[in-house]
């Protein structure tokens, strides 16, 4: 990968991980609001429900725009980390923060292998500041 690549895509991450960072910290209010309402209560648990779900797909994701950052860093952006192939340029283009290759991918969702846990979404917050 060229100098000039490895720049577009450090600012593409950089652009992902600040917008996640924005969605996760509003969705926060969301997940502790109560309310003395029954029919409200109902609702509040069915929000709340689906934005848990959806907090866990956004920290999941930055944990992956996080790490693909520190390999933009280390050099390695671009290299498969489970079999140090590397990515091609078309999967890297369409998904710029999967540590995969296709081939690993399609193993981890098939839990052939454990993926990386990475970091809490406390941590993942209180890193970025
Ligand atoms: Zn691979």
């Known amino acids: 990968m060229t100098k000039s690549e490895i720049k577009k895509y450090r600012e593409i ?3 992902r991980q600040a917008e996640l960072i924005a969605v996760i910290k509003n969705r926060e ?3 502790i609001e ?3 309402d029954a029919l409200d209560e109902v609702q509040n648990a069915a929000e709340r429900e689906l934005a848990i ?4 797909r956004e920290s999941n994701l ?4 996080r790490a693909a950052l520190r390999r933009v860093e280390d050099g390695s952006f671009g290299v498969c980390v489970h079999c140090d192939e590397d990515i091609s340029p078309k999967r890297v283009a369409a998904v710029p923060w999967t540590p995969y290759c296709i081939a ?3 193993a981890a969702d098939r839990h052939e292998f454990e993926s990386e846990t990475g970091e809490s979404i406390d941590e993942l ?3 970025v500041v």
């Open 62 to 65: 930055l944990r992956n725009v």
């Open 13 to 15: 991450l950089e652009a």
């Open 29 to 31: 209010g969301i997940t």
């Open 125 to 127: 917050l209180a890193n």
């Open 53 to 56: 779900r959806n907090l866990d």
């Open 104 to 106: 690993c991918q399609e």
């Open 34 to 36: 109560k309310s003395p």
